[in-house]
């Protein structure tokens, strides 16, 4: 795909939702951590059904700590592997108050060394909470790149280093967002919506329907 290609589609994108945002709910980097720490494996619907219960009661890490990990369990009991993600979120929260004063850090070595958050998580966190140019790459990202050619790769570590190097800059920070929505909602995985894409002429799908 040529730079040309690329930038009319993220141009497109952008004129099309020019602030893209995560339909996971949150008002602190905390509880954007908690909701993503959760949205593992289950979906934005079951994670911001559990949080509208859960951060009125506790929405810091002291609080959840305070609230303690059977009571944790109560509110997020409806989201898949709701057990294991309890225990990390408790131990998350303890490490945050006892190394990080309770502040969610901003680097990604930091938030990698917090039990449950992996690298994708960590660029979640790190892009929408703080602002940084990173591109997390989930299943509707992975797919959406390749399918497309706008960044095709083996895996998520290589469409991620395509991506950071073929996006142009101004649209780094949003990317993420435009790429998971789009595959969320037009370029499925089972039957893509190809009548319906704003960037069918530009894409290299060799079986998307004109």
């Not at 559990?50 to 506790?58: D, G, S, W």
Request: net charge positive; aromatic share 6%.
């Amino acid at each position: 795909m040529t730079p040309t290609k690329r930038l009319e589609i993220f141009t497109r994108f952008r004129a099309a939702s020019p602030h893209p945002k995560t339909e996971l709910e949150y008002s602190t980097p905390f509880e954007l951590l908690v909701a993503v720490l959760l949205s593992a494996q289950a979906t934005d619907i079951s994670v911001n059904a559990a949080t509208r219960q859960l951060f009125p009661v506790a929405n810091t890490p002291q609080a959840l700590l305070d609230l303690g990990e059977e009571k944790l369990r109560e509110y997020v009991q409806r989201i898949g592997l709701y057990k294991t993600k309890a225990k990390h979120l408790m131990q998350t929260c303890r490490l945050l108050v006892e190394q990080h004063g309770g502040i969610v850090p901003q680097t990604g070595a930091a938030l990698e060394a917090l039990p449950g958050v992996g690298h994708k998580t960590a660029n979640v966190i790190l892009n929408t909470a703080f602002g940084q140019p990173t591109i997390a790459v989930d299943t509707h990202v992975f797919r959406v790149a390749n399918r497309t050619g706008i960044a095709p790769g083996k895996d998520v570590l290589e469409v991620e280093r395509q991506l950071l190097k073929f996006v142009p800059d101004e649209f780094k920070h949003n990317a993420h967002h435009w790429l998971i929505l789009h595959g969320r909602y037009v370029c499925q995985a089972r039957k893509p919506k190809c009548g319906a894409c704003l960037i069918n002429d530009l894409c290299e799908y060799p079986e998307k329907e004109l």
